[in-house]
C-alpha cells in the first residue's frame, strides 16, 4: 500500500450529496487519496460536513480553496451549470480535476475547458465511476470475446421519481433534466461497450409543465455495429437496467449504476435459444466504484498516466446528448457533432 505522504491531498468543492454521501467516504478508503479539505459557500456547511466526515480543513468559499497550497487536485461535484466555470478555475489555480458527470452541458463549453487544460498541463477527468469499475471492464472483455457473439442491440431504463421544483436536477438554468442526469449514462456505456460512435440518434423528450426539464426522455443510438435504445425519467419509479442483447446470448448487470454495499454484484449471461433455458453469471464482490476512481485518477497523478474518461471522451458524449436534444426539437435522426 502507499504510504500516507505519496496520496494525492484532495480537496471538494461544495457539500453536494453525492461528495459526502458516496465519493469522500470512497475515496477516503483508497491507498493512493486523501481528502483534505472541502468548501462551501457556507462554512457552517463546510464545518460540518468536514466533522462528519474527519477532514481536516473547511473553507467558506471555493476561492479559499483553490488558494491552498496542500492541495494537489479537485473534486467537483457543483451542479451542472458550474462542472465548466470551477474547473476551469481550478486549472487555472494548478489543480488536477476530477469532474461530475456530466462533465459539462454543452460541447462548446467542453472545449473550452479542454483548451484550458491543453495550457496549464493538468490532469482533468470525468466522474464515470462506473467506467473503472471491475464488472463493467469484465462485460467488456466479454462481449468483445463474443460470449454473446455479435453485439447488435444495447437497451436502458434509468429512473426515480422527484418533483421538487427547489431540487436542483429539476432546475433547467442549472443543467437539470432526466437526459444529462441519468441518460448521459446509457449513452457513455454504450460507446465503452461498442468502442464506437453512434453516427445517428433520435429523441424523444417531455417536459415538465412547470419546470421545463424533461422529465421522460427515450432515444436511439444509431452505432456503426448496432443500435442502443434507453428511457431515462425523473418522473417513474425508481428503477435501473441495462442489456446486451447478440447474436448468440443475452447480458444483464444487476443495478448496473448503483451496485449494492452490502452483496455481491453479477454479470447474467443468457446463452439459451430457447426460452426457460440456464443463466450462467459470474459474480464480483462489493468493491467501492469511487474508492477505484479516486484511487486510479490520483495514481494517474503520481504517475503521469492516463485518466480513465478524460476531455476528448466527455467531448463525444455531450455531442450525442446534444444531438438527442436536437432530435427531440426537430423530429428527424440528427447527426452527432464532431467537434474534436
Not at 51 to 58: D, E, I, T, Y
Not at 137 to 153: K, V
Not at 226 to 238: A, E, I, K, P, R
Request: neutral net charge.
Amino acid at each position: 500500500m502507499t504510504a500516507t505522504r505519496d496520496k494525492v491531498r484532495w480537496g471538494v468543492l461544495g457539500v453536494a450529496s453525492i461528495a459526502v454521501r458516496r465519493t469522500i467516504p470512497g475515496m477516503q478508503k483508497g491507498a493512493w487519496s486523501e481528502v483534505a479539505a472541502i468548501a462551501s459557500r457556507d462554512l457552517r456547511k463546510a464545518e460540518d460536513a468536514a466533522r462528519k466526515l474527519g477532514v481536516p480543513k473547511a473553507y467558506g468559499s471555493y476561492e479559499e480553496l483553490l488558494a491552498d497550497p496542500d492541495i494537489e487536485a479537485i473534486y467537483n461535484p457543483l451542479p451542472n451549470d458550474l462542472h465548466v466555470p470551477w474547473s476551469i478555475k481550478a486549472a487555472e489555480a494548478g489543480k488536477h480535476v476530477l469532474c461530475e458527470k456530466p462533465l459539462s452541458t454543452m460541447v462548446a463549453l467542453a472545449r473550452r475547458l479542454l483548451a484550458v487544460r491543453d495550457r496549464t498541463g493538468v490532469k482533468i477527468g470525468e466522474a464515470f465511476m462506473v467506467r473503472t469499475h471491475p464488472r463493467w471492464l469484465r462485460a467488456r472483455e466479454l462481449i468483445r470475446g463474443g460470449r454473446i457473439g455479435e453485439l447488435r442491440s444495447i437497451s436502458g431504463q434509468f429512473s426515480y421519481f422527484n418533483r421538487d421544483p427547489a431540487n436542483i436536477r429539476n432546475i433547467r438554468a442549472s443543467g437539470g433534466g432526466a437526459l444529462l442526469d441519468m441518460g448521459c449514462y446509457p449513452i457513455t456505456l454504450s460507446r465503452f461497450i461498442y468502442g464506437e460512435e453512434p453516427v445517428r440518434v433520435f429523441g424523444d423528450i417531455e417536459r415538465d409543465p412547470e419546470t421545463l426539464t424533461d422529465r421522460l426522455t427515450s432515444a436511439i443510438l444509431d452505432f456503426p455495429s448496432g443500435q442502443s435504445t434507453f428511457t431515462c425519467s425523473t418522473q417513474l419509479v425508481h428503477f435501473q437496467r441495462m442489456q446486451f442483447l447478440g447474436t448468440l446470448g443475452r447480458m444483464e448487470i444487476q443495478y448496473p449504476i448503483n451496485p449494492l454495499n452490502d452483496q455481491p454484484s453479477q454479470i447474467l449471461i443468457d446463452e439459451a435459444q430457447v426460452a426457460g433455458g440456464p443463466v450462467l453469471s459470474e459474480s464480483f464482490e462489493y468493491a467501492d466504484q469511487f474508492t477505484i476512481q479516486g484511487d486510479l485518477f490520483s495514481k494517474a497523478i503520481r504517475e503521469n498516466g492516463v485518466v480513465a474518461v478524460p476531455i476528448e471522451d466527455s467531448i463525444r458524449n455531450v455531442a450525442v446528448i446534444e444531438a438527442v436534444f436536437r432530435s427531440a426539437e426537430s423530429g428527424k435522426w440528427e447527426k452527432p457533432q464532431d467537434f474534436l
